[in-house]
């Protein structure tokens, strides 16, 4: 999802032109089968107006999330935390920062597991 000239447009494939391989936990799974459920009866009570593009993360109408939101929820997050824990700040990191940050994070796991 992104933005272009102030409208919400799907994006067909990366800009690698390839697809993502995402390996689950078996919690997460079961987290995301849960919510499933759980979209499948707002669908019900919403009825024939819900928005169904297959969105896993939605409005309970099915609309889509403005893809900026999360973003600032992020950042909203971190400065309730460091408020919340001022002797334990979290780092300044944009959200997409969460992706490079979880590589290093897997690779040094990896790396000394096998040590």
């Not at 979209?39 to 099915?62: I, S, W």
Request: proline share 5%.
């Amino acid at each position: 999802m992104t933005v272009i000239d102030h409208e919400l447009r799907i994006k067909e494939l990366p800009k690698t032109k390839r697809g993502h391989m995402i390996r689950l936990d078996d919690g997460t799974v079961g987290m995301l089968r849960r919510w499933r459920a759980h979209q499948a009866e707002e669908k019900l009570l919403v009825g024939t107006g819900y928005d169904d593009r297959g969105f896993v993360f939605c409005h309970p109408d099915g609309s889509v999330y403005e893809p900026d939101r999360f973003s600032r929820e992020f950042v909203r997050k971190q400065i309730q935390h460091n408020r919340s824990h001022p002797g334990s700040p979290l780092p300044r990191l944009v959200l997409h920062g969460l992706r490079h940050t979880w590589a290093t994070l897997v690779s040094t796991r990896a790396s000394t597991s096998r040590s």
